[in-house]
């Protein structure tokens, strides 16, 4: 009789403690599935292995998401109870399921990942000015590419293909090129947002350069983005042209921020030099710079020249721009770079569609076009061997190929021994490409 009327009180304070479970945050729970599925999966597995306790092991799939729920609910009826957590006259144990064995583990909810306590912010609230900033440099980078995409269909008169693709480790992108067009024989705008891992041996590589990075740990979660962009117009007098801004961040296992930086970039790769655009193409760039530091534009002048260097022909694969890595807080805090990263991607568009307007219609002969192929070839070259960014897509896990070469022309040409007239417009070319110039 005892015992039931303990069990009448029980059940009492379950049912007033009902309300208080209702309005449990609905992130909680979700995210506690999580860690439910993944239980689910290993234990799924490991009955796969036959392993002699299959049948507790199916109690405990069925009851999985009470087992998650349940230690908050327990909480709750024991802070109010006025009653002993267990009933005072028991003196045998409890019965045990059939075939458990004698000492049962507790069980164990893996934490959710970073990929998925953002997706689920993502679902659950508008990304704003305090929001993490992965979040909202996603949100931007993915804003600007609809923006840049729109006018260059208006330029070419053609549509983009757009790919969505998903990486199974975290994260995804969107890929939107354009082939054989009007205006362009080739052009690609793509957004990646990586999620991942850093293992111990890498982050002491990277702490060289950030001393934030906590090394006392043997890996850390990790988040990159970027929107990328090449454009290789038909024109062989309407020049090549290259951007990229990034983010790359690491975090706690709490998903809060341990060290971030930022990078980027815009240069222009001409086949046949006009000065005027040289000149309006870094104009642009450096108006942009000054706004936010003076010293900007002609450090990240220099670091382009040297960076987008191809080191076997001797000479830049461009007349530049500007390009810069490791932004982080040595040099300014995260929202004065951010906005000076938003203000350099919205000032692409206007530092080149005008030159693409005066250049895509003019004149040329086949030898002018031969000579666009060649100038090519060196452009593949410097991708495929130099660049940093390539070999760090094509190494990453689950990378997405076609996307990360997207940045290589429709066609190319190699030619043996190739080499321009004296005194030519090619020659001057290459004569600028072996000794950059200062167009502003």
């Keep these: 009789m005892a015992s039931a009327r303990y069990s009448q009180r029980l059940l009492a304070q379950l049912n007033g403690s009902r ?25 799924a597995k490991s009955q796969s292995k036959g392993q002699s306790n299959a049948a507790p092991n199916r109690f405990l799939i069925g009851a999985i998401g009470l087992a998650a729920a349940a230690p908050l609910a327990y909480k709750m009826v024991l802070a109010a109870s006025p009653f002993p957590s267990s009933p005072p006259h028991r003196t045998t144990p409890p019965p045990r399921l059939a075939g458990a064995s004698a000492v049962q583990e507790p069980l164990q909810l893996d934490s959710p990942t970073l990929a998925e306590r953002d997706a689920l912010t993502k679902r659950e609230a508008e990304i704003t000015t305090d929001s993490p900033m992965r979040l909202r440099m996603e949100k931007f980078i ?39 067009g009007n205006v362009f024989e080739k052009g690609g705008v793509g957004v990646s947002v990586v999620y991942g891992t850093l ?30 962009m090449v454009l290789h117009p038909k024109n062989p007098m309407a020049p090549t042209v290259h951007l990229n801004y990034r983010y790359f961040e690491t975090t706690h296992p709490d998903g ?50 040297e960076y987008f260097y191809n080191k076997h022909r001797n000479e830049c694969r461009g007349i530049g721009g500007i390009f810069f890595d490791d932004l982080d807080e040595t040099e300014k805090d995260r929202e004065n770079t ?25 004149p040329f002969t086949e030898a002018e076009k031969d000579w666009q192929q060649i100038r090519r070839g060196k452009y593949v070259e410097f991708n495929l061997v130099h660049d940093r960014g390539t070999a760090f897509g094509l190494n990453t896990p689950g990378s997405r190929v076609e996307s990360i070469l997207m940045s290589l022309p429709l066609t190319a040409s190699w030619k043996y021994m190739h080499e321009p007239e004296p005194k030519s417009r090619e020659q001057r070319l290459v004569d600028v490409l072996r000794a ?5």
């Excluded at 309300?19 to 239980?39: H, K, V």
């Excluded at 790919?163 to 992108?173: A, C, I």
């Excluded at 991607?345 to 250049?359: A, H, Q, T, V, W």
């Design 19 to 43: 309300t208080r479970i209702a309005i449990t945050s609905r992130n909680q729970l979700q995210l506690l599935q999580l860690g439910r599925r993944r239980f689910v999966s290993s234990s």
């Design 199 to 228: 293992p111990k041996p890498a982050i002491a590589k990277m702490r060289a350069n950030h001393k934030n990075l906590d090394d006392s740990v043997d890996a850390l979660p990790f988040f990159a983005a970027g929107l990328s």
């Design 338 to 362: 951010f906005a000076f990263i938003q203000d350099c991607l919205k000032s692409f568009l206007p530092g080149y569609i005008p030159i693409l307007e005066k250049r895509k219609d003019m």
């Design 142 to 180: 993915k804003e600007q590419q609809q923006i840049i995409v729109k006018e260059l269909e208006r330029v070419d008169g053609g549509k983009f293909r757009t790919d969505e693709w998903s990486r199974k480790e975290g994260g995804g992108g969107i890929t939107c090129v354009l082939q054989d």
């Design 256 to 305: 809060t921020s341990n060290a971030w930086w930022f990078g980027g970039g815009s240069d222009l790769t001409p086949s046949y030099l006009f000065d005027e655009d040289a000149v309006h193409f870094h104009k642009t760039i450096k108006e942009t710079c000054d706004a936010h530091d003076k010293s900007y534009y002609p450090r990240f002048k220099k670091w382009c020249d």
């Design 436 to 440: 950059p110039k200062e167009w502003v």
